[in-house]
């Protein structure tokens, strides 16, 4: 069964203090990974898409790797405005269909 | 002016009542989704059509119904709405074109629905 699992669940990070978030999955074909950015009340606004294991994208302080088992979000000197759910999605070769985790709640403080 | 919007963005009803959430895009993509956001559970798939011929259940259509009336506009219907429902609604467009951006699916600002 394809499954998604977001850790951790929520992260409060003073500004600057670097982390990383972890998105595991199991998939049946993977076809895209897909990290999307949530604020509260809005919709999932796209970030990355990685295909294949060693990929690595890049977006400001973002930066996306994947690996065959898992993917990280990893943050440098997050700013108050990095606050957001993080959401992680694989796509099924085979159906085509996105299965999101539940998403990791981060928060930065001043 | 948003690529993928909305109507309405919240939406109190009553259990039993019929209730319609409209989606429009300007991105000129084929495909569109319909999904459900509940806290803990993440964002599920109800519906998707890839043109305005094909509709496909998702994991979760039980209790909906969808309308590709065009394709800019993908519809999500409730017949008969009931407490469960309560949830936030996202549709999402995307588009089979070539290159490494292939098929990423871009949300809308998402409707807040309320059954009471």
């Known amino acids: 069964e394809d499954q998604v699992t977001q850790s951790p669940e929520a992260l409060r990070l003073q500004e600057g203090e670097s982390s990383s978030l972890n998105c595991s999955y199991t998939v049946s074909g993977l076809r895209g990974l897909f990290w999307y950015r949530q604020d509260p009340g809005k919709g999932p606004e796209f970030l990355f898409t990685?295909?294949?294991a060693g990929e690595e994208k890049e977006k400001e302080r973002l930066k996306a790797t994947l690996t065959k088992k898992e993917s990280f979000l990893h943050i440098t000197a997050p700013k108050p405005e990095d606050s957001a759910t993080y959401l992680c999605?694989?796509?099924?070769?085979?159906?085509?269909?996105?299965?999101f985790g539940q998403g990791t709640t981060l928060q930065v403080k001043p | 002016d948003a690529d993928v919007t909305q109507t309405p963005r919240n939406r109190i009803t009553k259990t039993g009542k019929r209730i319609m959430l409209e989606c429009s895009q300007t991105?000129?993509?084929?495909?569109m989704y319909w999904y459900r956001q509940d806290p803990g559970l993440g964002l599920r798939l109800i519906y998707y059509s890839f043109d305005v011929k094909d509709i496909n259940k998702g994991e979760i259509s039980d209790g909906y119904s969808v309308s590709r009336q065009a394709q800019a506009k993908f519809s999500l219907s409730l017949e008969s709405a009931i407490p469960n429902q309560t949830a936030l609604y996202f549709c999402?467009?995307?588009?089979?074109?070539?290159?490494?951006?292939?098929?990423?699916?871009?949300f809308g600002p998402g409707t807040r629905l309320t059954v009471l």
């Open positions: 999402a467009t995307s588009s089979l074109g070539g290159g490494a951006s292939t098929d990423t699916q871009y």
């Open positions: 991105k000129g993509h084929d495909r």
């Open positions: 990685l295909y294949s």
């Open positions: 999605a694989v796509r099924n070769s085979n159906t085509g269909k996105l299965i």
